[in-house]
C-alpha cells in the first residue's frame, strides 16, 4: 500500500511542477529553464556563442526559439501560443510599439540603465515615454556592399564612392562588362521600403516630418524613387541569401546591405562601406546610413524576470560583447569598435561604427509595419509599371494619411 501511495505522489508532483506537461518553473536537477525568442542567422548564433559559459556556470538552461524577422515581429506582437518567452531579440523599429502595447518590461522601473561606453545615437530607440525597453545589442546599420573585383574593373576604389550618382555610373560600366549591377531586396514591402530608404535620404528626403506626419508627396521623394527605378534596373531583385551570394562571387556590383548578413575579411571577395549620403558630389550630405539595431528586451510575460534580467546584464556586459566579435557579434560599445586589436582583425569594423554614428533611425511609431506595407505597395506598383513616380506618391500619401488618423 505505501508503494502504491509513494507512486502516486511522485506523479502528482509531476503534474503539479507540470514536467510533463511543459509547464514547470524549475527542471529536474534544480534549472531555471529561460526562453529565448531570436532574429534567426548571425544574431542567434553570436547569443547562443556567449550562453556557453553562462549555462555551465548558473543554474540556468536554455529553450532557443529562433524566427524570421516576420515571425519574431509575430510572437512577441502576439505572443507565442506554445511558448511563455523570456529574453527576446527586438528590433529597434518595434521597441515604439511594443512599448505602447505592454509587450516588454520596463527596464527603468527594474532598475537597469544605459552606460556612456554605448554609442549615444544607438539609444534613442531604446525608450519609450523616456523609459528604457531595450539595450542596445548588435549595430546593424545599412552598409554599401560591393564586390572587390567588380570594382576593380571599372577601376574604382571605395573613395570613389563619394556620392549616389556615382553608383549608377559604375553600375552601368559593370553591366557592359557581363556583370549583373544593383541588386535590391524585393521579397517583401519592408524589404523594398528600407532598400530604398539610404537613397532617399540622400536626397534630402523622408517617409515622415518631426511630428511624424507623413511626407511621400514631396519633389525629394519622386526625385529619390526615378533615380532608385534607373539604379534597380541594372541588377535584379533577389533575397537575402542570393543577394549575398551573387556579390560575394562578382556575378553582382553592389546592394544595400547589412553587417549582420556578411562579414569580410582582408581576403574576402565582398567589402563594405558606409553611405556618403550625398546625391551628387556637389550635393549636400545627409546621414544616409539607416539603424537595424537590434536590441534585446524581457517579456513582460517573463515567468523568470530575475533570472532573466541577470542573462540580461550578463549578455550586454563590455567585455562579453567584445568576445562577441569573434561569433559576429557587432556591438554598439565604443570599447570594442575603437580597440586597436579588434580593428587590426576586423577593420571593417570601423566603418560600421562611422555608419552607428551617422545614421537615421526609421520612424518610431506603432504603425511602422504598416506604413511599409502600404508604401511598399505602391511602391510595387511602380517597379511593375503599372504607376508613374507621381502617381505613387500621391497614392501612398493619401493611404498613409488614413493609417496615422490625419
Request: charged share 25%; net charge negative.
Amino acid at each position: 500500500m505505501k508503494r502504491i501511495l509513494s507512486v502516486f505522489l511522485i506523479i502528482g508532483l509531476l503534474f503539479s511542477c507540470g514536467t510533463v506537461f511543459g509547464g514547470c518553473d524549475r527542471s529536474l536537477d534544480g534549472k531555471v529553464e529561460l526562453t529565448l525568442a531570436l532574429r534567426e542567422g548571425t544574431y542567434a548564433e553570436v547569443v547562443k556563442e556567449c550562453l556557453k559559459d553562462y549555462e555551465s556556470e548558473h543554474k540556468v538552461s536554455f529553450q532557443i526559439l529562433e524566427y524570421s524577422e516576420e515571425d519574431l515581429h509575430r510572437a512577441l506582437a502576439e505572443g507565442d501560443k506554445k511558448h511563455d518567452i523570456d529574453l527576446c531579440m527586438v528590433d529597434g523599429s518595434w521597441v515604439t510599439e511594443f512599448g505602447e502595447h505592454n509587450r516588454l518590461m520596463n527596464l527603468t522601473e527594474s532598475g537597469y540603465s544605459l552606460d556612456e561606453d554605448i554609442i549615444p545615437a544607438t539609444t534613442t530607440i531604446s525608450y519609450y515615454e523616456n523609459n528604457l525597453y531595450a539595450v542596445p545589442y548588435f549595430g546593424n546599420v545599412t552598409v554599401l556592399m560591393y564586390n572587390k573585383a567588380a570594382m576593380e574593373d571599372v577601376s574604382c576604389e571605395e573613395d570613389d564612392l563619394d556620392s549616389v550618382a556615382k553608383l549608377i555610373r559604375i553600375c552601368d560600366i559593370a553591366n557592359e562588362k557581363g556583370r549583373k549591377g544593383f541588386l535590391y531586396r524585393g521579397d517583401t514591402n519592408n524589404n523594398l521600403v528600407v532598400d530604398f530608404l539610404p537613397i532617399l535620404l540622400s536626397y534630402g528626403g523622408w517617409v515622415v516630418d518631426e511630428e511624424n506626419h507623413p511626407i511621400i508627396d514631396s519633389s525629394e521623394f519622386k526625385e529619390a524613387l526615378y533615380y532608385y527605378l534607373q539604379l534597380i534596373k541594372t541588377g535584379e531583385a533577389c533575397e537575402k541569401e542570393e543577394l549575398i551570394s551573387k556579390i560575394d562571387s562578382g556575378e553582382a556590383t553592389m546592394a544595400i546591405g547589412w553587417p549582420g548578413w556578411y562579414q569580410p575579411s582582408a581576403t574576402s571577395n565582398a567589402y563594405y562601406c558606409s553611405l556618403n549620403g550625398a546625391a551628387t558630389v556637389d550635393s549636400a550630405r545627409y546621414n544616409a546610413n539607416v539603424y537595424g539595431v537590434w536590441t534585446l528586451g524581457i517579456s513582460s510575460e517573463s515567468k523568470h524576470p530575475t533570472e532573466t534580467m541577470e542573462l540580461l546584464q550578463y549578455l550586454t556586459d563590455p567585455q562579453v560583447q567584445k568576445k562577441s566579435v569573434d561569433y559576429g557579434g557587432i556591438p554598439c560599445r565604443y570599447s570594442t569598435l575603437n580597440n586597436q586589436e579588434v580593428l587590426e582583425k576586423y577593420p571593417h569594423y570601423q566603418a560600421i561604427c562611422d555608419a552607428l554614428e551617422n545614421g537615421k533611425y526609421r520612424p518610431l511609431i506603432p504603425e511602422w509595419s504598416q506604413f511599409c506595407e502600404i508604401l511598399g505597395d505602391e511602391m510595387q506598383l511602380v517597379i511593375d509599371g503599372e504607376l508613374s513616380v507621381g502617381e505613387c506618391a500621391s497614392e501612398a500619401q493619401n493611404k498613409l494619411e488614413v493609417l496615422l488618423g490625419e
